[in-house]
């Protein structure tokens, strides 16, 4: 059973803070992603990454950054704060030869105060 | 880069009847459409999917189609139940280059009243 687990589901930071959200997979898939899902906008695409150390920009990058060391890691980082990135993150994992199905964890509420 | 309409954004039906959720994408090339399910503070799960080369394709209760030519498919639930309610969100796949990323709608919430 595919396994997908994110390190908070619950995180409280403050302005101009450095935020880390990690994400991790059981499941040996290269792919990983990274998504932010707000209210009547459904599940927009931060980053994703197709393999260890490779990454490439979703829909909406801006302020983000990823980092993925180990395949079977993926972190998302926030440089510094704004109150705009209060949301929920959602990551996800899929096997490359499966094509699309994707296994998501169970999200990070991130508010920014 | 592909687009993904969603359509309603909220459906109510009472227990029993049909629900039907639909989806339209702009890229010809898309060639994998799947189906997820999100309960309220749960993640999203996949529930059904379809390719590019099948038209139709059935799981009990759940269908969906699929329209090549005017580039929309469809969820159709029969004989919803209350623990159908949830959000539905379809998404759309293109092969080639960047062949990995899913493009989603915006999700239905679709709620059935006992």
């Known amino acids: 059973d595919v396994k997908v687990t994110q390190s908070s589901r619950y995180l409280v930071k403050r302005t101009g803070e450095k935020v880390f959200l990690e994400c991790v997979q059981d499941?040996?898939?290269?792919?990983m992603f990274w998504y932010r899902q707000d209210p009547g906008l459904g599940l927009r695409l931060i980053y994703f990454?197709?393999?260890?150390?490779?990454?490439e920009k979703g829909d909406i990058p801006e302020g983000y950054s990823v980092s993925r060391e180990k395949k079977e890691r993926f972190s998302l980082i926030l440089e510094s704060a704004s109150t705009n990135q209060t949301s929920m993150y959602l990551c996800?994992?899929?096997?490359?030869?499966?094509?699309?199905?994707?296994?998501f964890g169970p999200g990070t509420r991130l508010t920014v105060t | 880069g592909e687009n993904v309409e969603q359509h309603p954004s909220t459906l109510s039906v009472q227990e029993g009847d049909s629900a039907v959720i639909k989806c339209t994408y702009s890229?010809?090339?898309?060639?994998?459409f799947p189906w997820y399910k999100q309960e309220l503070g749960k993640r999203p799960q996949l529930i059904i999917d379809?390719?590019?080369?099948?038209g139709e394709k059935k799981d009990q209760r759940i269908a969906v189609t699929l329209n090549k030519t005017a580039k929309h498919f469809s969820l159709h639930i029969t004989e919803t139940q209350p623990e159908d309610s949830a959000v539905y969100f379809c998404?759309?796949?293109?092969?080639?280059?960047?062949?990995?990323?899913?493009?989603f709608g915006k999700g239905t919430l679709l709620t059935v009243n006992p």
């Open positions: 998404a759309a796949r293109t092969s080639g280059g960047s062949n990995y990323k899913l493009t």
């Open positions: 996800a994992s899929s096997a490359r030869d499966r094509g699309g199905e994707q296994y």
């Open positions: 499941m040996d898939h290269e792919n």
């Open positions: 990454s197709y393999d260890v150390k490779m990454k």
């Open positions: 379809i390719r590019s080369n099948v």
């Open positions: 890229d010809s090339a898309s060639n994998y």
